[in-house]
């Protein structure tokens, strides 16, 4: 995702409610393993994600999808939930990472198959492939493209 240095969130202090660990990084930022969400009041329902490495810091777009996707019901493998120690639904804070192409906000999409997936008691979170990958793309549109229904209906 390519990000806009003038749109990426000014330094400031993050309350400790909003950082978590990410053990494991992400898929192709093993390297960044802790995280601060940046809620901006003009920018919601978006979220800043910031990860740290032990010598930099990159900035995504995420989202929290409930209410935004609508049918959006994201399983866990058993294993996946044990190993994060999730003991029911309630703990888990699911966040899709959105991406701009070509930097047209009607053009975004999100990535439904591979959430970050964070345990809200230990504060833990880790990016997933979910179980039920098969029902949702990971390049999910973000708005619906209007011209083209009108096109299909018409």
């Keep these: ?3 806009l240095p003038d749109i990426i969130p000014g330094e400031y202090e993050t309350p400790a409610a909003n950082t978590f660990a990410l053990p494991h990084g992400l898929i192709g930022f093993r390297e960044y393993t802790r995280a601060e969400l940046l809620y901006m009041p003009d920018h919601l329902p978006f979220l800043w994600m910031k990860l740290h490495s032990p ?3 990159v ?5 929290e999808p409930h209410g935004l ?5 994201p399983e866990l493998f058993d294993e996946d939930a044990a190993g ?6 309630s703990e888990a804070m699911v966040l899709n990472i ?3 192409r070509q930097q047209i906000p009607m053009d975004a999409t999100v990535n439904l198959v591979g959430p970050i997936v964070v345990n809200r008691r230990t504060r833990t979170g880790r990016q997933l492939v979910i179980s ?3 029902r949702y793309s990971a390049n999910h549109p973000l708005v619906e493209n209007h011209a ?4 299909a209906t018409a």
Aim: proline fraction near 3%.
């Design 84 to 89: 994060m120690e999730l003991a029911d639904s």
């Design 55 to 57: 010598t930099e810091s």
């Design 148 to 151: 083209a229904t009108a096109r």
């Design 132 to 134: 039920n990958y098969s």
């Design 98 to 100: 959105v991406t701009l």
């Design 69 to 73: 996707i609508p049918g959006y019901s």
């Design 59 to 63: 900035h995504f777009v995420v989202i």
């Design 1 to 3: 995702m390519k990000v």
